[in-house]
């Protein structure tokens, strides 16, 4: 069984340009989390799908950031404009919703905002 | 903010047991206490997970007190490849809730060789 896969690993921007993360969850997991970890600080948990709709988006920082799952499958997360605090390594995870309760992480992805 | 505390750093001797304590005085009846692990610069890896009984299973024990106040993870026979940040988390599944991680600081266990 494939893991969770994210596109780019790693991402170099300049300040007010667009970006857009990607993050295909184990296939059949109706449950999709986006997470980040900026510079020095935890992981900060973002927003939670299941399947197309936003469960909990209290995590978003402001609304330049956007993220959709349409179709209820892969999800992606944009970042327009970048600001350099938006540097960090987001992670997304996806859950099943059967039965087990952890979550899978994937291997995140690097993003610098210069 | 996170619900657990944990001792910032440990050190562990290779092919010894680690035991990583967690304080949750504050969890409620129906959060369930999680553990992760972050490897480097991974993404962080489910270990186990449990409410009120001890759990087992291939990589680790959940202990958990009776007053659920707190837990100890042990890993029985740790490598050099359980160095990591190991993260003690509380879980709600309510209805309609959010089941997201609140991840704090973690413990840094170092496995010596």
């Known amino acids: 069984e494939a893991g969770v896969t994210q596109f780019p690993s790693h991402s170099v921007i300049e300040k007010g340009q667009t970006v857009t993360l990607r993050c295909d969850p184990i296939?059949?997991?109706?449950?999709l989390y986006w997470y980040r970890r900026v510079m020095g600080k935890e992981i900060k948990f973002l927003l939670h799908?299941?399947?197309?709709?936003?469960?909990?988006e209290s995590g978003m920082p402001n609304n330049r950031f956007l993220a959709e799952r349409t179709g209820g499958t892969y999800s992606t997360l944009k970042v327009q404009p970048a600001e350099l605090e938006d540097s960090g390594v987001y992670f997304c995870a996806s859950r099943d919703t059967d039965g087990a309760y952890e979550q899978y992480f994937g291997p995140g992805t690097r993003l610098t905002v210069t | 903010d996170a619900k657990t505390t944990q001792p910032p750093s440990m050190d562990c001797a290779e092919g010894r047991a680690a035991n990583l304590p967690c304080n949750h005085s504050t969890i409620s009846g129906n959060e369930y206490v999680y553990w992760y692990r972050q490897i480097h610069s991974q993404g962080p890896q489910y270990i186990i997970h449990?409410?009120?009984n001890n759990e087992t299973n291939e990589m680790a024990s959940l202990i958990i007190t009776e007053d659920r106040k707190s837990s100890t993870l042990i890993l029985p026979h740790a490598t050099l490849r359980d160095t990591a940040v190991y993260y003690c988390i509380a879980v709600s599944f309510l209805q309609g809730g959010s089941e997201k991680l609140v991840f704090g600081k973690g413990t840094k266990l170092t496995v010596n060789p």
């Open positions: 296939s059949g997991h109706d449950n």
């Open positions: 449990g409410l009120k």
């Open positions: 799908f299941v399947k197309e709709s936003k469960q909990d």
